[in-house]
């Protein structure tokens, strides 16, 4: 019985860690506002938090989370948030004392598990918040701070191709920022005048079914990109 007692903690270990998880600073397909940053995952056993920063950007800046507020699971399910700490709660506002000012948000769901990707979507009358397509899976994390660290350093063509791996891969990994892969490299390619290039991913991200596929191409049409 004695040498039976590791192998049960270890059971119970590992169950406690297969249900939970944490991720910091996840990437995403599309945000708003523009100044929220996603800090922190955490798939809890009883809850899943999502912990969030916004920093305000203009004088007088106010902000609150409207109760209507869901974590959406890749199947659509929709589950609504039960606690929120360093906001109010709409109508109550917090107000920015300036520009620059930042406030860290803890948002609690129920329990989810550990999901292969999600988002979350506040139901409010104007400047919702929102973050499509988070993505959990640590390796794909990886790989796409990689890539856009490249974008940034001006290597397009590292870049480029990281991404159409990634692509190559989607069916595999069930990922929700599809749309955003293939923005990438429409944008990139049609920066470089690879128009024929450019046209091909976007006809391929029209038939691809990507989840929020009419906000991306609503995000390429702003930047003067649409090909029908």
């Not at 991720?23 to 969030?52: D, K």
């Not at 990438?184 to 091909?200: F, K, P, T, V």
Request: proline letters at 4%; a negative charge; aromatic letters at 8%.
């Amino acid at each position: 019985m004695i040498k039976q007692i590791p192998i049960i903690v270890a059971l119970v270990l590992f169950t406690v860690t297969a249900a939970s998880q944490t991720i910091l600073n996840p990437n995403y397909g599309l945000r708003s506002p523009r100044s929220a940053e996603l800090v922190r995952v955490n798939f809890n056993e009883g809850s899943t938090e999502v912990q969030i920063s916004i920093t305000s950007e203009i004088d007088n800046a106010w902000f609150c989370i409207d109760r209507n507020t869901y974590i959406v699971r890749p199947d659509g399910t929709r589950l609504r948030l039960t606690g929120l700490k360093g906001l109010p709660y709409c109508p109550a506002t917090h107000r920015f004392s300036k520009p620059g000012e930042k406030v860290t948000v803890t948002m609690t769901f129920p329990h989810t598990g550990v999901m292969s990707w999600f988002s979350i979507i506040e139901e409010c009358g104007e400047g919702c918040l929102s973050f499509r397509g988070v993505v959990t899976d640590s390796d794909l994390n990886r790989k796409l701070d990689e890539a856009y660290a490249l974008v940034d350093k001006g290597e397009e063509a590292a870049a480029y191709s990281i991404f159409e791996q990634l692509l190559t891969e989607s069916d595999s990994l069930n990922i929700g920022i599809e749309g955003s892969i293939y923005t990438a490299l429409i944008l990139i390619d049609h920066r470089l005048g690879r128009q024929d290039n450019a046209r091909a991913w976007y006809e391929r991200m029209i038939s691809s079914g990507a989840p929020d596929l009419g906000l991306y191409l609503e995000t390429l049409r702003g930047e003067g990109i649409s090909y029908r």
